[in-house]
């Protein structure tokens, strides 16, 4: 099974703080539109079918402070493996996918796994090549996270929802800030070229097949196939990277 790495766990919270001021937001919404008995028992109905997944998903969780894995002496802790997870299954529900089910669920601790072994190597190199974030640096970023949100309670509702604290949300926002400086210096992206974008929409084309929705024009989706590539890329010499962090590296795995 092909093995996944994830940004880091600071873009995962920020995945999951935009989650919750989602579907806050879309809760008022439905709230203030739907009137009619039928509707609210419609939303009554949905509100627990969410609840009773959502138990599910947390049963998959571990303590926060159980010790996950041993990796060059340090500690990864459950409440990493449990952020890398949460972010996880909300990946494999956006795809239609039940993350609840027997394979489904030893195919996410897997991968949870692995994605912390991954960040931590890369944190850990990281930090011998001397990349660190100014203060300055993690609160702009917060900022961002921020503008999502009408105002400060919204974003600490949103905080709660998710488990969060500021310490950890800045503690975590200059890991990802960190991460994000070694990617760019030390696993550059290749240029994509035209030629690459062309052979990707082509493929794109003959999946799609006769007889469905006709694709967008080659021009119009450009910029996103580029993007696509690059981040394939990317992706592909990150775990190249992590695989040569591996060979002299001490990983006792816990769980």
Known sequence: MKKIIFPLIAGIMAITLTACGSNDKGAQS???KEQTKTAQTEEQDQEKQMKEMQKKLDKQKIDEK???AIINDEKVLGSDYNMVLSSLQMQMQQMGQDPTSEEAAKQVKEQTIDSLVGQTLILQ????KGY???????E????KMKESYKDSTK???AMKLAGLDMTTLKAKTAENIQYMKYMEKEIPVEEVTDEEIQA????SAQQAGAGVQKLPKLEDVKPQIKQQLEQQQQQKQLTKRVEELKKNAKVDIKI
Do not use: H, M
């Open 140 to 143: 702009k970023q917060l900022a």
């Open 66 to 68: 159980k010790t996950v």
């Open 132 to 138: 660190q974030a100014s203060d300055d640096e993690v």
């Open 200 to 203: 990707y929409y082509n493929q």
């Open 125 to 128: 190199e990281a930090d011998k």
């Open 30 to 32: 439905n709230n203030s």
């Open 155 to 157: 974003f600490e509702d």
